[in-house]
């Protein structure tokens, strides 16, 4: 079992910045991606960024030019730096890892509970 543990969510004005965390815990061998989604009301859940055990990123693209997603791959835990905030980010935002439990065993996704950002005036 893989436990994400997220941080950080909360109401910001436009034009704010935030920062989530993300911290993975428990039966992991091994790292290969984690990244950030998020779900508004009413909407499918989309993703917001990816990162992989090598640091090679990718955003959405909304987002991209506005959010930098980080890692730690000592601590098992990435960042999400959001800057330019806008009232259409507001959403749930989750974490999400691809883990490796033990060596050859195949690789599992797990997702944390979510964090609310509200973007409002």
Not at 29 to 35: E, H, L, Q
Not at 95 to 118: D, E, I, L
């Amino acid at each position: 079992q893989v436990q994400l543990v997220e941080s950080g969510g909360g109401l910001v004005q436009p034009g704010g910045s935030l920062r989530l965390s993300c911290a993975a815990s428990g039966r992991i061998f091994g790292i290969a991606a984690m990244g950030w989604y998020r779900q508004a009301p009413g909407k499918q859940r989309e993703v917001v960024a990816h990162i992989s055990s090598a640091d090679n990123t990718n955003y959405g693209d909304s987002v991209n030019g506005r959010f930098t997603i980080s890692r730690d791959n000592a601590k098992n835990t990435i960042w999400l730096q959001m800057d330019s905030l806008k009232p259409e980010d507001t959403a749930v935002y989750y974490c999400n890892a691809m883990t490796r439990p033990a060596p050859g065993w195949p690789m599992t996704t797990s997702w944390g509970q979510g964090t609310q950002v509200t973007v409002s005036s």
